[in-house]
């Protein structure tokens, strides 16, 4: 079994910068790909960035692109989300998903097997 913790949401103004953590723990042994998802009140789960196994491979949506920046430090079982450039529209509960190694990297949250709790991102003058 495989536990996600989630850090580093609060409140920020437009324009400005925050820095997720997604700290795992637990059955670490195996390769994970890591996804970060948000879901805003009344909107759908969407994925925002993903990262493969070894970190080569990062995947974002457009809506962040250029904006945000996903990475890893597999020696500290942490995936990080450098978000820049926020705007109203990101505020959300933001989710870290995990799934073992498959040979390909998943986009999609039913694609997942574990799950953080989330962290409320806000963004408002």
């Known amino acids: ?9 609060g409140l920020v103004q437009p324009g400005g910068s925050l820095r997720l953590s997604c700290v795992a723990s637990g059955f670490t042994r195996r390769s994970y790909s890591i996804g970060w998802f948000r879901q805003a009140p009344g909107k759908e789960r969407e994925g925002v960035s993903f990262i493969s196994t070894t970190g080569g491979l990062t995947k974002y949506a457009d809506s962040v692109k250029g904006r945000f920046t996903i990475s890893r ?5 942490t995936v990080y989300l450098q978000m820049n450039s926020l705007q109203p529209e990101d505020t959300a509960v ?32």
Request: hydrophobic share 30%; aromatic share 16%; with cysteine.
């Open 73 to 77: 430090d597999s020696a500290k079982s």
């Open 94 to 125: 933001y989710y870290c998903a995990a799934v073992p190694f498959r040979g390909y990297l998943p986009l999609t949250s039913t694609e997942y097997d574990y799950w953080g709790r989330g962290t409320q991102i806000t963004v408002s003058r």
């Open 1 to 9: 079994q495989l536990h996600l913790v989630e850090s580093g949401g």
